[in-house]
């Protein structure tokens, strides 16, 4: 377990140090509220009215989609560095891997999720 107090100690420096950064912007920042800063704030222009509809499903579908082979694409890196230890056998089951993630993707693609209209 000592090898990984390096990386606890990491933590809890970065933890430490935005918890001190919020600390310090929140009492040393200067605070004159108004009404214009609290109006609503799009791309430089006025806001002309609020927004009240619904997201259509696609964004969400998409977003899914772009987290689902993106966590799966993940899983390469640490492959690639040990590859050669793993010899062809590390190496038929990352074909394999990579052919279900194939085969998900064209079910995808064929499904018309990947279509924006």
Do not use: H
């Not at 990386?7 to 200067?30: E, N």
């Not at 056998?89 to 998900?104: D, K, N, S, T, Y």
Request: charged share 15%; net charge positive.
């Amino acid at each position: 377990m000592i090898e990984y107090a390096g990386i606890l100690i990491m933590f809890l420096l970065a933890a430490l140090l935005g918890a001190a950064f919020i600390v310090l912007a929140s009492t040393l920042g200067p605070k004159k509220p108004s009404a214009v800063k609290s109006e609503a704030f799009e791309c430089g222009e006025k806001a002309f009215s609020m927004p009240t509809g619904r997201f259509a499903v696609k964004f969400y579908l998409v977003g899914m989609l772009f987290i689902l082979f993106d966590v799966e694409m993940v899983f390469l890196l640490p492959w690639a560095v040990v590859c050669r230890q793993l010899g062809t056998r590390g190496f038929v089951e990352m074909l394999i891997f990579l052919g279900l993630v194939m085969v998900g993707f064209v079910y995808a693609w064929k499904k018309g999720a990947f279509n924006w209209e």
